[in-house]
């Protein structure tokens, strides 16, 4: 039964995806590498990693982030200040023209509240964007083993800081 | 005249604190052995199998403690995950005995402890999770030198976030804390400090 309605969602997704990529084609808002780490079960809460890139010439707000496969989900930010980590949730974010944003492990996450159905690596579920005037950007987030993925990034934009 | 003077006494403490602030960056190196040895006092935490874990048994291991909680969702499970990695770059250079423990330091024991189990095994069966009452908590974690706090809105706030000290201790088999291993804990690098230090070598990175 799990399946078959995880099947729906993924079919479902599809189709939305599908849609956007018909409707908006000179989308100009682009979320790349969606993936959220697989997690233990017993943990009611997930992150969600992504790049997004504003591709246009005006500053975008998101004003809300939401998914079916989640009870709600926020905008947050790991904080390392001192030595201390911490963790605020952010209203709203702006990205400015032509400006890329990178959601990833220690900076700003996606913190998704109470996942609907239990996720598998290689799950996909959709994911929205509500941006300030009303439109939504929909994109696929993939749930992937915790790894090396985010230490390699990292370490490049390590890299790319001494340059 | 004066305020030419002034924006120039401005510029020269603008000058003097930038200086200052980048001295204080330089002095947080990704990896610190300690001069010398911290001594771990003796506490009494319980394991993820409800076995006592006291300061005995933090001898005769290298040890790597990692002080989290189980709902974190960011930072926890990628450290937990780097740590691993640290762990399979050293297999190739060490022999088994000398690879350190990961030992999981759960400060939140109301939602931890009920969870701890299940969690360490998805992340890796040799992990070791320890948590207990609040005030043996707070031993070791005095001992290490490290911090944390609940930060609860209110007193019956169910959705606190933990604010925690972000480095990792390094145990020696004397039960010492001997160095401190800062993020982002890149396997490769990680794995040669710990790898010179056990040896009992020099880091030079």
Known sequence: MIRIISLGVLVAALLINMYLSAGVSDNQIQVVNAWSPAAPPTMAMHAGYLSLQNHSSETIELVAVSSPAYKSIEIHESLLVDGVLSMRMLRGLSVEPRKKIQFKSGGLHLMMHQPLAVRQVGDSFPVSFKLADGALIEFLMQVSSTGLVDTEASSTDMHHHHH | ?205
């Open chain 2, 1 to 205: 005249m004066l305020p030419v003077r002034n924006s120039f006494l401005v510029a020269l403490i603008v000058a003097a604190q930038c200086l200052l602030v980048s001295q204080t960056h330089s002095a947080t190196e990704d990896y610190v052995t300690l001069k010398t040895p911290n001594e771990i006092k003796p506490f009494l935490l319980s394991d993820q199998y409800n076995q006592a874990f006291g300061l005995e048994r933090l001898k005769n291991h290298w040890s790597l403690v990692f002080i989290g909680f189980t709902t974190c969702p960011d930072v926890c499970p990628v450290t937990l995950a780097n740590l691993e990695a640290v762990r399979a770059e050293m297999g190739l250079r060490l022999s088994p005995g000398k690879i350190p423990r990961i030992l999981f330091l759960a400060v939140d024991p109301d939602r931890d402890t009920p969870v701890l189990k299940e969690y360490l095994a998805y992340f890796h069966p040799e992990y070791i999770g320890l948590t207990g009452e609040v005030n043996q908590i707070d031993k070791l974690i005095n001992s290490l030198n490290a911090f944390y706090r609940l930060d609860k809105k209110t007193p019956d706030d169910s959705d606190y976030d933990v604010l925690h000290t972000a480095f990792v201790s390094v145990i020696n088999p004397e039960g010492e804390m001997v160095a401190k291993l800062n993020p982002p804990f890149h396997p490769h690098k990680t794995g040669n400090f710990l790898i010179q230090l056990i040896r009992g070598l020099k880091f030079d990175d």
